[in-house]
């Protein structure tokens, strides 16, 4: 099997913990396990940056590219750990879009392990960060309008949908689809301090 060379990572980024979660910086090891999970027609569909299928390769290429741009400071990416299971189920990031204190936020979870919360638990995390640490003003965030689970998600983390329109989705095909934008502006976040810690 293929290994990839780690890298140094010039300015390590802290790992997030929540009550059963730990998001922490993905390691080279997480190449296969993030392949099972991922590549999967019902994960993918959804999200604008996944390509299908998805290969080890892709895997090992955005572990790469998170491992590098994290290290520049505009991007926040994690894999999201339960604690009970040991290894990766999923993948959450932030990233600064553009130079006015807008956050952008996206996230994927394997199928075997949805509606158990823990996208929810997540994205509480990577908020509180995003607002306390990364200090953004605003975190945005594209909803596929016929994701139902996500929709809730972007609910109950407080987003508020802004408009609609069209976007590309790059990894697997150079149409447009319409999807929901949606904000979170840092006074209206409330940590709940229940989720995360
Ligand atoms: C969207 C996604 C991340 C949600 O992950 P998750 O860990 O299952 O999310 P949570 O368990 O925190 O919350 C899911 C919520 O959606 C609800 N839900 C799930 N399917 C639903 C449906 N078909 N209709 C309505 N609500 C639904 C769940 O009941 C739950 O709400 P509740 O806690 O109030 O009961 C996951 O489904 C996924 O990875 N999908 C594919 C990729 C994707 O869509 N990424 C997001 C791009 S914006």
Do not use: C
């Not at 309008?145 to 069209?166: D, H, I, K, T, Y």
């Amino acid at each position: 099997m293929p290994t990839i060379e780690p890298e140094a990572v010039a300015r390590p980024q802290p790992s997030l913990e929540t009550e059963r979660l730990i998001l922490r910086l993905p390691e080279p090891d997480d190449a296969s396990v993030l392949t099972e999970q991922a590549n999967d027609a019902a994960v993918v569909r959804y999200t604008a940056t996944l390509p299908f299928p998805y290969t080890f390769e892709d895997a090992k290429g955005w572990i790469e590219l998170s491992r590098t741009s994290a290290a520049k400071g505009r991007d926040w990416p994690y894999v999201i750990v339960p604690r009970d299971a040991g290894a990766p189920i999923g993948a959450i990031g932030l990233h600064a879009r553009g130079d006015a204190g807008e956050g952008l936020v996206g996230f994927w979870i394997g199928q075997a392990y949805w509606n158990l919360g823990y996208a929810s638990e997540a994205l509480a995390a990577v908020l509180r960060h995003g607002f306390e640490t990364a200090g953004f003003e605003q975190i945005a965030a594209s909803v596929f309008p016929e994701n139902a689970a996500s929709l809730r998600v972007m609910a109950r983390a407080g987003f508020v949908e802004v408009g609609r329109g069209p976007e590309p989705t790059p990894a697997r095909d150079q149409a447009e689809h319409i999807v929901a934008r949606f904000v979170l502006e840092r006074a209206s976040f409330t940590d709940t301090g229940t989720d995360a810690r």
